[in-house]
């Protein structure tokens, strides 16, 4: 047990503390969401990571991480920290993260299992061969010059306005699918020239593409589940986890760097490297937060594009328009943000940075920013699972105040991946999900091998975790049965 | 000399310790890790052209970082494999200077079997470090 690890004070049994007084420099307390079980399975690094984000300037109430957290650079994976750029607040790109605006949006249809069982392989087949994976995949879609800057400040809007989906699409992403404050100009060349084949292609790693169901055993909470599009029996699902590409990886790589250079003229002396910070009010503090606003329109653009290819695909294969097969978006949500919201501290509503990285927004019935349809409901939040334990539909409560309103994004690895390719053969791994009727193709079996779903925590006490703690809700169990992995 | 994976860095990206006898061939066997971190096969040589590149920073640890983003950048933005073969590398009072010579093959999937994509390299416990006579390096990759 970390030293650190031993400071922990339990608030209630899904929360524990650790106290300022357990490190110096600390601003705040650092709350660890999660039951007992959850709480042993995280590595001790978490546990020193939430204590250093406490020490951000301007950090409000509580730096925080959620049940699924897991080590990280700087934050934790799962971490979650508002800070108030009035108050001296920073931004830091270790809050956010490399693969910026990495998230997950969910899509319904109007299919059942029954109806499309004996389709899925050769389903999986073609969304293999349609939506570009793995390393040296290139989009359809190369973007340069002004058109680039056009994309990075409109998101999915881009993609939408070029043909590539519809007007409703925009409603039903966070953000509308556009982030206000993109600034081209903050973007260099490298990490223009990095990303300009990569658009509209998943990635490798955790990135996936899943053709799902949604059991009527599975169905956790049956009005919201009505509400956000899942109407039928079996009814088929398609999640796609991706994110901004090589563009977002070399926005955080150019701006670590900057901040590294630039901090000790603020007086910033954080204990990592990896919390790199600029006061959010500094010129390298407002650069990093326009070029990283356009890695999220990039991220939107992305999936939306990724979105726009499986409607293609099941269009041809069902020979039926994307509207008649009801390939319809339920929500995009972003997992590695930093973002200005209002929030309450203390009775008074505040203008906050809100820094998540692996961490989902997760607004309550009635709060801005919900699609009209989804207002008295919630937010939908989706948690992606691993390609053997499934994923799920959540909604976000009015109890998640205390970490403004955030929850999980992911179950969050269990294993290395050397653990992982030591203990699983991909090829092994493909026939038996295969003959338990997950049909998957990759680009890469050693890959496979290290997404496999014993590398990863129970999903189900992840989900179950957050829902104690009043962050979300669970909505549907989606149960995967074709799975197309970068 | 050689770089080795450290597991108990990351669960889920991967991490080295890198060690050789001068700042070059340090250099030269950090190339070598972060292709060992996301390919699991080179496929045989089809004669990579070379290729020659300099770079400027103000330390050796910055220097390291700056160099394997530099092979990063070819591979995303070019669709190159950039294999430093050698290296030299100059210690200033002020700077630190690399000059690699390079084979530089273009990405086919159907030689190349790739496992992970790197995004990036971290500044996570990253350091270069001279201990009697031996240069070593940490280096965790984001993927």
Redesign the interface.
Known sequence: MGKIRESLRKISDHCHEIPPSSRKGMLAPARIYGGDALLKSM?DAVFEQAANVAMLPGIQKYALCMPDG?????FP?GGVAAVDPEDGGVISPGGIG??INCGIRLMATSLTLSEIEKEIPALVDRLFARVPS?????GEVALKGSRLEEAMTKGALWAVQNGYGEPEDLEYCEENGRMEGADPDAVSQ?AR??????IGTL????HFLEIQVAESSGIIDANRAHAFGIDREDQIMVMIHSGSR?TG??I??DY??LF??AQHRYGLNLP???L?SAPFHSDEGRAYFGAMNCAINIAFLNRQLIMHSVREVFADHFKKSPRELGLRLIYDVCHNTAKLEHHEIDGKTRRLLVHRKGATRAFGPGMKGIPGRYTQHGQPVIVGGSMESGSYLCAGTASAAGTFYSTVHGSG???????ARKAFNGRELQQSLGSRGIHVRT??F??LA?EAGGAYKDIDAVVGAASAAGLSVPVARLKPVGNVK? | MAFE?I??I?????AFKISAGSPGALFVEAGAALWAA?L?DMGPSSGAPPMRFELQA?SIE?LL?LFL?EL??H???E?LIVVPSAAEVELGAADAIVRCDALAER???AV??????V??????R?SVRREGGIWTATV?F??
């Open positions: 590595d897991h080590s990280g650079y700087g994976i490399f693969d793995g390393v040296g995949a290139t490298r020239e990095r990303g300009k084949n990569q990635g490798s790693g955790n090589a990886h070399q955080a790589t670590l760097r590294l250079s990592d490297r990896e790199a690895r269990a294993m290395s991946r050397t653990q680009a890469s050693s890959g290290e970068g | 994976r597991d108990d990351t669960r889920a990206d991967v996301m699991e103000e910055a970082h983003d990063l950048y591979k995303d933005a669709g990405i086919d999937p190349h079997r790739f496992v992970v994509d995004k990036a390299v971290t500044m996570h990253f965790v984001d993927v």
